[in-house]
């Protein structure tokens, strides 16, 4: 029994290492992969992400030949991946250490709330700034090329959003990320609609958390956290 119950923590050890952001990560590539032309560490419209993805299809209908077009219907998703992670700097020093509280680091107890605020990764700032981003940027860049409108033949396009943490989502958090909405229709939908499709992954305790319009990807996710 001693053996067992080695054997059982061993494994236990072993899947919650394996469970991390990263691992997650490369799961994603793999996933989509197939249907998505991927880029890694990308500079989309201004944020950097982990991982970046573009699914694109035209469909069309033709009278007779390719000549005479019938209607023509252009389908887009982009996809924007990304790790959270504490503020910390890479040479070890905490945020409140580099923003000039250098007593911290003399102060334990000080030192010791630092090191709680920066292990605090997605908080309800961090998804006002993506909301911000997303309209400000993501939607007209991405969607409407910066025009006024999507082109003709556009139908829809998704936005679907991925934040990945090795840290509990709190309650604030979750709230807000099922009932956030940003979608829009153009010209009466005769340009088509975009919609944010939003999910949040947890893996310290395997939580996937999604919008309304995200929903269709929940068990996608959550098996890719067991």
């Known amino acids: 029994f001693r053996n067992v119950g080695k054997h059982q923590e061993k494994y236990e050890t072993e899947r919650s290492f394996e469970m991390t952001a990263e ?13 998505f032309d991927l880029e890694e560490n990308s500079d989309c419209a201004g944020r950097q992400v982990n991982l970046y993805g573009h699914f694109n299809v035209d469909n069309s209908r033709y009278v007779l ?10 389908c887009q998703e982009h996809l924007f991946v990304q790790a959270v992670r504490s503020e910390a700097m890479t040479d070890g020093r905490l945020p409140a250490v580099e923003a000039g509280h250098a007593e911290c680091e003399e102060n334990p107890e000080m030192k010791k709330e630092a090191e709680q605020e920066a292990e605090t990764e997605l908080d309800l700032f961090r998804l006002q700034e993506l909301d911000k981003w997303l309209r400000e940027k993501a939607e007209p860049y991405f969607v409407r090329k910066g025009e006024e409108y999507p082109p003709k033949n556009h139908m829809y396009t998704y936005l679907t959003v991925v934040l990945i943490t ?3 989502i709190n309650d604030d958090v979750k709230r807000f990320a099922k009932k956030y909405k940003f979608e829009r229709t153009y010209k009466w939908n005769l340009r088509g609609y975009m919609q944010t499709r939003l999910v949040l992954v947890s893996t310290a305790d395997n939580v996937v958390i999604t919008n309304g319009s995200g929903k269709v990807l929940e068990k996608t996710y959550q098996t890719l956290v067991g």
């Open 166 to 168: 090795d840290k509990k």
């Open 23 to 35: 691992t997650i990560l490369s799961k994603l590539k793999k996933m989509y992969t197939a249907t």
């Open 65 to 74: 030949s390719k000549k005479a077009t019938l209607w023509e219907a252009n």
